[in-house]
């Protein structure tokens, strides 16, 4: 089946510190989201990219499905930012999960 | 207007006493999926609904079953739960074609 790495696996940031975190694929997708996981275990969605850039605030994402890779950006990063950063990747009708970054921002 | 809804939130259950758990969404998505999270790990697809079209991952224990008796609402089955099973189990919807997933807020299971 298709793998899905991210890195690095864990991050440790001073508020209004930037960051990327990284989402590598082994084949070819359908589409790709990020999400960020609450300390209550609900995931929320961020940006649905197949391809291209998108930006919401202060976060921002770019998938080059060519390449077979996306990013995520957080700019000024917030305590409320912490938590686990997930890429999905979505082949036919089948969802699968990267190996997720943990965050945390230290005041 | 919660889309895609659990229940319940937390599940306490006894060991091999089977246990059901519950899905529904208002998108009429026609594609459902399980997962399930446990601690410091990613989500695992356990299985997911094409319509009524049942797919099951290939390492996803006999253990879970799943029902889908319409478009909102799913259910996942554990007929006898271990106390490897205690994890977050969560349900997801979208389009067919790998269009954008909705996630549900999760059931937390646990085993005793």
């Known amino acids: 089946g298709i793998q899905v790495e991210q890195s690095p696996p864990d991050l440790i940031l001073q508020e209004g510190a930037n960051s990327t975190l990284r989402c590598n694929f082994s084949d070819s997708v359908n589409n790709l989201q990020w999400f960020h996981q609450n300390p209550w275990g609900q995931l929320i969605n961020l940006f649905y990219?197949?391809?291209g850039t998108k930006q919401n605030g202060r976060l921002s994402a770019t998938t080059v499905a060519t390449e077979r890779y996306s990013l995520l950006y957080i700019s000024s990063s917030q305590t409320t930012d912490s938590g686990v950063y997930f890429c999905a990747v979505i082949t036919g009708n089948q969802f699968y999960f990267g190996t997720g970054t943990s965050l945390t921002v230290i005041p | 207007d919660a889309m895609v809804i659990q229940n319940p939130r937390y599940q306490v259950t006894q060991f091999g006493k089977p246990v059901t758990l519950s899905c529904s969404q208002t998108?009429?998505?026609?594609?459902m999926y399980w997962y399930q999270q446990k601690s410091s790990q990613a989500p695992k697809l356990l299985f997911h609904y094409y319509d009524k079209d049942f797919n099951n991952e290939a390492d996803t224990p006999d253990n879970f079953q799943s029902r889908r008796p319409n478009t909102s609402f799913c259910f996942l089955d554990i007929r006898s739960p271990g106390l490897g099973d205690a994890a977050m189990y969560l349900c997801?919807?979208?389009?067919?074609?790998?269009?954008?997933?909705?996630f549900g807020q999760g059931t937390r299971l646990t085993v005793v």
């Open positions: 990219i197949p391809s």
């Open positions: 998108l009429n998505h026609n594609v």
């Open positions: 997801a919807t979208s389009r067919a074609g790998g269009t954008e997933a909705f």
